[in-house]
Nanobody
Framework: VQLQASGGGLVQAGGSLRLSCAAS????????MGWFRQAPGKDREFVAG????????YSADSVKGRFTISRDNAKNTVYLHMNSLKPEDTALYYC???????????????????WGQGTLVTVSS
């Protein structure tokens, strides 16, 4: 499974971005998918997750009400819609696939089997 993340960039505080993660190979519609981020000097953290069907989603408290995760199984793509961005959202954002976890989207990064290369989001104040 190869994951290609895109959509990062420079945005002012209060702005919006949409990240995309396209999967090639494998059976995307059976995977739980997650977004994680890592800011300079900090540990990687869970941002949002979505089950294989899209019926169940999870968000970190720090992004609840601002970020939404969604997926389009016909396009083999998962999205992270980010609104009301803050400078503290600045990080490298990674998408990840939970291939062997029966379609769930856990918060622990070690539960994911494949990772994209990351896309940089920078929020200026």
């Amino acid at each position: 499974v190869q994951l290609q993340a895109s959509g990062g960039g420079l945005v002012q505080a209060g702005g919006s971005l949409r990240l995309s993660c396209a999967a090639s190979e494998g059976t995307f519609s059976t995977y739980g998918m997650g977004w994680f981020r890592q800011a300079p000097g900090k540990d990687r953290e869970f941002v949002a997750g979505i089950s294989w069907s899209g019926r169940t989603t999870y968000s970190a408290d720090s992004v609840k009400g601002r970020f939404t995760i969604s997926r389009d199984n016909a396009k083999n793509t998962v999205y992270l819609h980010m609104n009301s961005l803050k400078p503290e959202d600045t990080a490298l954002y990674y998408c990840a696939a939970n291939v062997y976890g029966l379609g769930s989207a856990p918060t622990g990064g070690s539960r994911y089997d494949y990772w994209g290369q990351g896309t940089l989001v920078t929020v200026s104040s």
